[in-house]
């Protein structure tokens, strides 16, 4: 099998350095900047603990010189997908699949969803992203590890190896509950590389409660620059995030996604990760573009769509939003 990672920072260089160094596929990557460079002359780098893993990289800057794969996983930050969406068709072939391992709602969630269209105004303005990668080629993926970039071609793993994968189902198809052959080849896949990876029955459930916790630790983070544990021990704070993951169960129960759990249990799962850094506050903290559209603004689009009342997720996304333009990085919209 050949696959390529597109965004080898540090989900896509944890992901893309585990299978490589697993020697069960042909593992490529397109890259730019000193990323590129750094692939070029040392190869892929992990640590894991006391260890560096390390294999050899086969990347370029024009998917062109690539050609053909069998799977291509998309590890950027939502903001950038609508530019790699353009650049991607050398790479795809009749059969090629396209694995997006990125946080937040996606660009294909609402697809063949009663009273939505086919993409989402935050995530996909214009329809470029859909119009450029089809539907039917897309294996869908939740994400539970952190991971960091050291330096350009350097990953740092720091918790966490579960990947959930399943098919984004619509109509009929999401009501029999069968794994298809496609996704049990890439939790074989993932698997032999060490990962904890899962075949699920309904990814968009998968989806939305990792959103429902992301959705406010994220953007908190980033506006205070405080771990998650300090996040929480802050009475007025926590209740807040109670009250916009409110918000977002309420929608999720209107879209086939119901949570269980109510907020304090989450915040209780959550507390257990201990003095954590978000990956909206590192972004924060270096001053990179924040991934606000796919974790916040994407929610708050489909609670106006269904006239739900998100005040508490409306105020989050404006507040974050202003301090990341008053800070000079935006969010890449």
């Not at 965004?7 to 900047?33: H, P």
């Not at 190869?43 to 799977?71: C, F, I």
């Not at 929608?251 to 201990?274: D, M, V, W, Y």
Request: proline share 5%; charged share 15%; glycine share 12%.
């Amino acid at each position: 099998m050949k696959v390529c990672i597109i965004g080898a920072g540090a989900i896509g260089g944890f992901i893309g350095t585990r299978l490589a160094a697993s020697g069960s596929c042909e593992v490529s990557a397109l890259a730019r900047g000193a990323t590129l460079q750094a692939l070029r002359e040392h190869g892929w780098r992990l640590r894991m603990a006391d260890t560096l893993v390390k294999a050899p990289a086969l990347v370029a800057s024009d998917a062109a010189e690539l050609g053909v794969h069998d799977l291509v996983i998309i590890a950027v930050k939502g903001q950038a997908l609508t530019t790699v969406a353009q650049v991607l068709s050398p790479l795809l072939g009749p059969h090629t699949l396209v694995m997006p391992a990125m946080n937040g709602v996606p660009w294909w969630f609402c697809a063949g969803q009663p009273g939505f269209g086919a993409t989402l105004d935050t995530v996909d303005p214009g329809g470029h992203i859909a119009a450029a990668i089809e539907f039917e080629r897309v294996v869908g993926c939740v994400v539970h590890a952190s991971a960091s970039t050291l330096e350009p071609g350097v990953v740092q793993h720091r918790m966490g190896q579960g990947l959930i994968i399943g098919d984004p189902k619509v109509g009929a198809q999401a009501l029999d509950g069968s794994i298809s052959e496609r996704v049990q080849r890439m939790v074989s896949l993932l698997s032999g590389a060490g990962f904890d990876a899962k075949a699920s029955h309904n990814i968009r459930d998968d989806i939305w409660y990792k959103l429902w916790g992301n959705l406010t630790m994220n953007p908190v983070s980033a506006l205070t620059g405080a771990t998650a544990d300090r996040i929480l021990a802050d009475p007025l704070v926590r209740g807040f995030c109670s009250a916009a993951m409110l918000e977002a169960q309420a929608i999720g129960a209107r879209i086939g996604c119901p949570i269980a759990q109510s907020p304090e249990e989450r915040h209780a799962i959550t507390a257990k990760l201990g003095a954590f850094k978000t990956s909206m506050l590192q972004d924060a903290e270096a001053g990179r573009p924040l991934e606000l559209d796919a974790i916040v603004g994407a929610v708050r689009e489909i609670g106006q769509r269904l006239d739900l009342p998100t005040p508490h997720i409306d105020a989050l996304l404006g507040l974050t939003r202003l301090m990341a333009s008053v800070k000079g990085f935006g969010t890449g919209t």
